[in-house]
């Protein structure tokens, strides 16, 4: 497997050899300036888009759509403060399950929206985990937990995403709000694996 170190060393020379070309197209080719400063500007938005998804390399949580099945390894709850404007967010890491409920063995960070009743529920799994019950979750029961491209980009382009910056991540942007209705179960004792039935001599 590549290091991870290795990729992002090398996403980042692509980047400035990508960056040079683009300069030298610039003030040697014959173009009216109207379309250099479309490619400027195109270059640039991918420039943001492709940080933004890079993001999960970083080991940054991710606002994707949580796992369908998972189990809950450790969360952290941020609550709102509203005099720095941070709507809150919680932190889950959690890893997927299968259809047997065999964990994949990839633990992931993700962040959804804060609610008090989330931030109970996950209180709640946590102390279950403490007492050797482990617990799950499926993503049914979350919201989309997802925001969108122009907050992410906002986030990283203001001197405030630096200073809020809590934990080393970075992550706390705005969110939509989960769906009525959503959040009835969302974590519940982890089943044991199904194990395969085994041959009959």
């Known amino acids: 497997m590549i290091n991870?170190?290795?990729?992002?060393?090398?996403?980042?020379?692509?980047?400035?050899?990508?960056g040079a070309l683009l300069l030298v197209v610039l003030v040697y080719?014959?173009?009216?300036?109207?379309?250099?400063?479309v490619a400027v500007v195109v270059t640039s938005a991918?420039?943001?888009?492709?940080?933004?998804?890079m993001r999960g390399l970083l080991g940054w949580a991710s606002s994707d759509r949580l796992p369908a099945t998972f189990k809950l390894l450790k969360a952290r709850i941020v609550e709102p403060h509203s005099l720095e404007g941070d709507p809150g967010s919680i932190y889950l890491w959690v890893e997927e399950l299968d259809e047997d409920h065999r964990p994949s063995g990839v633990p992931r960070a993700f962040r959804v929206p804060?609610?008090?009743?989330?931030?109970?529920?996950?209180?709640?799994?946590?102390n279950e985990i403490a007492?050797?019950?482990?617990q799950g979750g499926r993503a049914a029961d979350f919201g989309g937990g997802e925001g969108s491209l122009i907050d992410m980009v906002r986030e990283y382009v203001t001197p405030k995403a630096i200073l809020e910056t809590s934990g080393g991540d970075s992550s706390t942007g705005e969110f939509n709000a989960p769906p009525a209705g959503a959040q009835g179960t969302v974590f519940t004792p982890l089943p044991p694996p199904r194990m395969p039935p085994k041959d009959e001599q």
């Open 29 to 37: 080719a014959r173009l009216h300036w109207s379309l250099k400063a």
């Open 46 to 53: 991918f420039y943001v888009v492709s940080f933004t998804e």
């Open 4 to 18: 991870l170190q290795t990729v992002i060393l090398s996403l980042s020379v692509a980047y400035a050899v990508i």
């Open 114 to 126: 804060y609610n008090d009743t989330l931030a109970d529920k996950t209180h709640a799994a946590e």
């Open 131 to 134: 007492a050797g019950h482990p």
